[in-house]
């Protein structure tokens, strides 16, 4: 069953690489599977004690590939900072619906607002502190398309299919133009598709909804789609949040492979675990409105009226 709804206010999306945590499922795990684990590139020290004290960075994250994180601060430069094992990473209270303050290196999503405090190591900085600021999700969600590491990521994957690399390469380009420093978007539907406790497989039912939202969207001029992920509130932060992770890889997964969805049309994707929940987690009939995908299709302002 899908619910189509154009509203706009309860709609928190926080657009992102969905990098699966490494930890395991336990209270809702119910299907075998590996998590991606988080890439880590050469070896970062484990204990930034003694280290001489590298710049402190105010901005926003611009782009990630694996341990290494691009800090874009006021007047647009750049910084690329390492995160290693001896990174804290903590919110201001509230962040995501946290009721922890520390999180892992997961949460770095592109968009969002950081304050870095760095070491210099080897040559290079690495990350001592990071601070997320927690008042700015609809903005990093918004300009998550617009980060260099989201068209990296689209230019590497159609460069492996050569007869088609002149035409996406096209609408790769003319996306960057229309929505580079654009950070929203309209709400033209939502379709909301429902998991079993513990489970990120697509129902029949749920495929027929997911290839219709596309057939939808499809006819929408320049359109895109945004999946979100969410669980009910059984379990913890870290098992819900995985667990949402792979619930919104899986509708991209088949949004792409068989509703045949372009690409360079999907927005990253991302888990919110347990937050922002459609009904009350107190009841059975809740939590099962609770643990769904949604998938938002969105055009910019910039270009709904062309």
Known sequence: MSVISTRQGALFLLAALAVPA???????????????????????????????????LD???????????????AGGTKTVVNVGPATEIRTSGGFLGLSREKLTS??????LPV??????????????????????LKTAAMIRNATDQRFGENEAAISENQTAIAENVAATEALRGRM????????????????????????????????????????I??????????????GSYEVNQTLSERRAGRVV???QQECKWEPWR????????????????????????????????LVSKSVDDI
Do not use: H
Not at 61 to 73: F, H, K, L
Not at 271 to 294: F, Y
């Open 59 to 73: 901005g926003f994250i611009s782009a990630r590939n694996g341990n290494r994180v691009q800090i874009t601060v």
């Open 115 to 136: 304050s870095v405090e760095t070491v210099q190591w080897e040559g290079g900085l690495v990350a001592s502190r990071i601070a997320l600021k927690g008042k700015d």
């Open 253 to 255: 997964n088949f949004l």
């Open 221 to 234: 001029d320049n359109a895109l789609l945004l999946v979100v992920g969410y669980t009910d509130s059984t």
């Open 180 to 219: 580079g420093d654009i950070d929203k978007y309209n709400i033209k539907g939502t379709t909301n598709v429902y998991f079993d406790t513990g489970k990120w497989n697509l129902s029949p039912a749920a495929q027929r909804d997911l290839c219709d939202a596309a057939a939808n969207a499809k006819s």
């Open 266 to 297: 999907m927005l990253s994707p991302t888990g919110m675990a347990a937050s922002d929940p459609l009904a009350d987690n107190s009841t059975r009939e809740g939590k099962a409105q609770n643990r769904r995908v949604s998938v938002n299709i």
């Open 22 to 56: 490494t930890g395991g499922l336990s209270a809702q795990q119910n299907e075998s599977a590996t998590a991606d684990n988080i890439n880590v590139y050469g070896s970062l020290p484990t204990d930034l004690s003694g280290l001489p004290e590298g710049p402190d």
């Open 106 to 111: 997961s949460s770095l999503m592109n968009g």
